[in-house]
């Protein structure tokens, strides 16, 4: 209980603790092989005591963590700010936890920050997608999409469909156009149907180019 206390009350910067952190995390797995007995003690039973008394409540309690540090984000960061935010989180998370605790704990830290900043906040994250689109911001796209693939179990139907509907309502938009200077310009005699074809070109350009940066070729 006391060094989950330390690690709560250090969670912003485990840096700061991260000897004593450490020292004592180590500690159970040398009670483990005393307590086991060097001859028949195969990593899952080191690590049995190791996850039973500290691994399963430290993720109970980084899962609350993170999931506190998600809602926070959401309410006060726009989406573009959040993404770089989630990212940066990760490689700090990746950094100062690989120190601290064993390995195999390092890709469970990892799932429960994808779950609790992308999984629960979805919603957050796709209904912002579009105006990612129309403000052409593909470096916030890509990141989205990069950390939505992350997720184990996770379908990409929502995400791919966004991108479908927006090409559809952009298309019938820029069609809109074309007819609206149509109108103007057959009167005078200038508008020809190569115009009509062009608009349609640059319309599709304009998406392979953020799908393509954003889908990673998928």
Same mark, same amino acid.
């Given at each position: 209980d006391e060094l989950l206390m330390l690690i709560s009350q250090s969670r912003d910067d485990l840096s700061q603790r991260k000897e004593i952190i450490k020292t004592v995390v180590d500690s159970y797995?040398?009670?483990?092989? $005393?307590? %086991?007995g060097s001859k028949? $003690? *195969? #990593?899952? %039973? &080191?690590?049995?005591? @190791?996850?039973e008394i500290f691994e399963v409540p430290c993720l109970s309690q980084s899962?609350?963590? @993170?999931?506190?540090?998600? +809602?926070?984000?959401?309410? =006060?960061? *726009? %989406?573009?700010v959040y993404l770089q935010n989630i990212e940066e989180y990760l490689e700090k998370e990746k950094d100062i936890c690989s120190a601290i605790f064993h390995e195999t704990t390092i890709p469970k830290l990892t799932a429960?920050?994808?779950? =609790?900043?992308?999984? =629960?906040? !979805? =919603?957050?994250?796709? #209904? !912002?997608? *579009?105006? &990612?689109? +129309? !403000? +052409?911001? %593909?470096?916030?796209?890509?990141?989205?999409?990069? &950390?939505?693939m992350r997720l184990e179990d996770y379908s990409m139907s929502k995400f791919i469909e966004i991108f479908k509907n927006d090409f559809v309502q952009h298309g019938l938009e820029e069609v809109t156009k074309f007819h609206t200077a149509a109108v103007k310009k057959e009167i005078e005699g200038k508008m020809l149907p190569i115009h009509y074809v062009d608009t349609l070109v640059k319309a599709c350009h304009y998406y392979d180019r953020i799908i393509s940066t954003c889908f990673n070729n998928h």
């Open positions: 797995i040398i009670m483990s092989d $005393t307590r %086991v028949c $003690t *195969p #990593t899952t %039973v &080191l690590l049995s005591i @190791y996850c899962k609350k963590h @993170y999931q506190n540090l998600a +809602n926070m984000w959401t309410e =006060e960061k *726009p %989406v573009d429960a920050i994808l779950n =609790e900043f992308v999984r =629960e906040k !979805s =919603e957050f994250l796709l #209904t !912002s997608v *579009p105006g &990612l689109i +129309n !403000s +052409n911001d %593909v470096t916030s796209l890509k990141k989205a999409f990069d &950390l939505f």
